[in-house]
């Protein structure tokens, strides 16, 4: 009964993100942002944590369960380049350079912000901790 709920409450987690990201897609074609609509959603997933009016412990078991099978998320993608044979050639690899660099940088800068948040977080958990009692 317990994996049950578990698994209840993973499928609604991700329902919410995948309705999110459809809410991303929407605002993308009304507004004409230059972003993928995923984008947009994470975004708006992003404010409502920020926010608080989306606790952390609503999406964590979702994210979670979707996290490890992110690369298979990807293979149509990379399967839609065999419809684009100039991606093979000069451009492609000149487009395939600048995806490596970019995205080392994301990582560096997405590290380092962790790492940040972290240390943040760490500081609080210190403070709660020696504070005194009043």
């Given at each position: 009964?317990r994996?049950?709920?578990?698994?209840?409450?993973?499928?609604?987690?991700?329902?919410?993100?995948?309705?999110?990201?459809?809410?991303?897609?929407?605002?993308?074609?009304?507004?004409?942002?230059?972003?993928?609509?995923?984008?947009?959603?994470?975004?708006?997933?992003?404010?409502?944590l920020?926010?608080?009016?989306?606790?952390?412990?609503?999406?964590?078991?979702?994210?979670?369960?979707?996290?490890?099978i992110?690369?298979?998320?990807?293979?149509?993608?990379?399967?839609?380049?065999?419809?684009?044979?100039?991606?093979?050639s000069?451009?492609?690899?000149?487009?395939?350079?600048?995806?490596?660099?970019?995205?080392?940088?994301?990582?560096?800068?997405?590290?380092?912000?962790a790492?940040?948040?972290?240390?943040?977080?760490?500081?609080?958990?210190?403070?709660?901790?020696?504070?005194?009692?009043?």
């Open positions: 009964m994996k049950l709920v578990k698994l209840l409450n993973i499928t609604l987690q991700i329902a919410f993100l995948y309705v999110l990201s459809l809410l991303g897609g929407i605002i993308v074609e009304f507004l004409h942002v230059p972003l993928p609509g995923s984008i947009i959603g994470l975004i708006i997933l992003l404010l409502l920020h926010m608080k009016i989306v606790k952390k412990e609503y999406v964590a078991d979702g994210a979670g369960f979707l996290l490890p992110l690369t298979l998320l990807f293979i149509p993608a990379t399967v839609g380049v065999v419809n684009y044979p100039e991606l093979l000069w451009l492609g690899v000149s487009l395939l350079i600048i995806t490596i660099i970019s995205t080392i940088f994301s990582l560096g800068v997405t590290a380092k912000f790492q940040k948040l972290e240390q943040t977080e760490r500081q609080k958990e210190e403070v709660e901790v020696y504070a005194p009692n009043d």
